[in-house]
Nanobody
Framework: QVQLVESGGGLVQAGGSLRLSCAAS????????VCWFRQAPGKERDFVAV????????YYADSVEGRFTISRDSAKNTVFLQMNSLKHEDTAVYYCAATNNFALIYHNRRTHYPYWGQGTQVTVSS
């Protein structure tokens, strides 16, 4: 079992930056993919970014490519999402999720990730 705890959300003005953290405990992360999804009010939970733990490869949704950066600290079992040039439409609850059987073909599917955190609110004022 893997437990995920997000932190770092908050209120920021458009154009500003935030860094989210996802701390993991339980099973080790070897061979795993760890990702971020987000859900705005009344909308679906959408893929944001994923990082593969062993090879450190990262993949992004088109809407955040070039503005967001996902990274990991192996020693701390923590994944980060650095969000720059934030826009009002980035406002959402951001969720960290993980799988022990990462497959690139499914990387942006919510159902690919069995482990989820509780979410952290990000609000971008326009």
């Amino acid at each position: 079992q893997v437990q995920l705890v997000e932190s770092g959300g908050g209120l920021v003005q458009a154009g500003g930056s935030l860094r989210l953290s996802c701390a993991a405990s339980g099973r080790t992360f070897s061979g795993v993919g760890v990702c971020w999804f987000r859900q705005a009010p009344g909308k679906e939970r959408d893929f944001v970014a994923v990082i593969t733990w062993t090879s450190n490869n990262a993949y992004y949704a088109d809407s955040v490519e070039g503005r967001f950066t996902i990274s990991r600290d192996s020693a701390k079992n923590t994944v980060f999402l650095q969000m720059n040039s934030l826009k009002h439409e980035d406002t959402a609850v951001y969720y960290c999720a993980a799988t022990n059987n990462f497959a690139l073909i499914y990387h942006n599917r919510r159902t690919h990730y069995p482990y989820w955190g509780q979410g952290t609110q990000v609000t971008v004022s326009s």
